[in-house]
């Protein structure tokens, strides 16, 4: 007589006699594009803009999309509102120091 300890080795080895390595589904391997780090000389000056001080981000070299997801990003890394006119980065408030450091 089997205890029923046994039955359920036996049924997990049954199982494992009936696949075979090639049954088995492999996960595909995926690859992650690295983003293409560019060097650039971006200018960074104080404004005050209706009185109120303001960091402006010039000489970023790429598209447009580009400079608004830049843009994006740093106002989300540092808290601050702003916007993207003409080719430059407007950021509220004075945040050159940190931002030197940061990029």
Request: net charge negative; proline share 5%.
């Amino acid at each position: 007589m089997q205890t029923p300890s046994n039955n359920w080795q036996d049924a997990l080895s049954s199982l494992r006699n009936s696949f075979s390595d090639s049954d088995l589904v492999q996960p595909e391997e995926t690859v992650q594009e690295q983003p293409t780090v560019v060097k650039q000389h971006l200018c960074l000056s104080f404004q005050r803009r209706s009185g109120k001080p303001a960091t402006i981000v010039t000489g970023f070299e790429g598209t447009e999309q580009e400079l608004l997801d830049f843009a994006k990003e740093l106002k989300v890394k540092f808290s601050v509102g702003g916007s993207v006119r003409d080719g430059e980065m407007l950021l509220q408030g004075d945040i050159r120091k940190p931002l030197r450091e940061y990029l």
